[in-house]
């Protein structure tokens, strides 16, 4: 069985794992070499770089049995495409959830960056962005001082940033996820006041930059997920294992 996953998530490794050892044939799409690097190479998976536009996704899924869309929940666009090229080349879709968090109280809940940014206009203090380079721009309105945002180590994020006219000083570049109290002494390091966040969920170490922003004593701002419909890990398991029976 052959089965076209779009990873470069936790959820999405682990899934590729499972699936491979029962027996299918894993190809997994991931943006970029971190992705890369993090799935890693297991027997039974092949591993394809690179952002991939609607056409490539189709020719990609003519020699798939099914696509499971296992992307970060924020990935609106990304997850538009998939489903958009699953229904034109007639391939069943699975998109896997990732468990949303428990609401925080005391946050500020926004719908997007911009939002978030229009909140902290009014505001003075320091501001951790955890919300990645993709957001940098929505926070243009703001005193380049004022931001710190914490980026994964390559170098076209930094390339972002150096855009964005983000001091180097200020420039968090490191891997997560974070454990709380680390999270706790970069927030003390870089006196932050406020934190700028999108639920990531258990995997994304959601609930560990909470905990250090309440016992630091930091606003929270939480950037709300897009609504959206799919199955559990445990379900797209279930399902793919009925369809190798039927095979």
């Known amino acids: 069985m052959q089965i076209l996953i779009f990873g470069g998530t936790t959820e999405g490794r682990n899934l590729s794992y499972a699936l491979a050892e029962k027996g299918a044939e894993i190809t997994v799409c991931v943006a970029t070499a971190y992705g890369t690097e993090e799935q890693g190479e297991l027997e039974n998976i092949t591993v394809l770089e690179g952002r991939k ?4 996704i189709k020719e990609l899924l003519r020699k798939q049995d ?7 929940p924020y990935a609106v666009e990304v997850t538009k495409n998939i489903k958009a090229a699953c229904e034109g080349a007639g391939i069943p879709y699975l998109r896997l959830l990732r468990e949303e968090s428990d609401a925080v109280a005391g946050a500020v809940y926004v719908f997007s960056a911009l939002q978030a940014a229009e909140f902290l206009k009014d505001t003075e203090g320091n501001i951790l962005l955890t919300t990645g380079t993709k957001e940098l721009s929505a926070f243009a309105s703001l005193e380049r001082e004022r931001l710190y ?37 970069l927030m003390g390091q870089f006196n932050i006041n406020y934190m700028v966040t999108k639920d990531g969920g258990k995997v994304g170490g959601f609930s560990e930059k909470i905990e250090a922003a309440k016992n630091k004593g930091v606003q929270v701002v939480i950037i709300r997920r897009p609504e959206e419909d799919g199955k559990s890990y445990e379900e797209i398991i279930e399902v793919c294992e009925e369809m190798m029976r039927c095979r």
């Not at 099914?66 to 970060?72: G, K, L, S, W």
């Open 149 to 185: 945002p914490r980026i994964l180590p390559m170098a076209e994020n930094l390339t972002v940033c150096e855009t964005e006219q983000i001091p180097r000083r200020n420039i968090i570049a490191m891997q997560g996820p974070f454990g709380q109290e680390l999270n706790e002494a």
């Open 53 to 56: 536009d609607i056409f490539q």
């Open 66 to 72: 099914i696509c499971i869309d296992a992307t970060h």
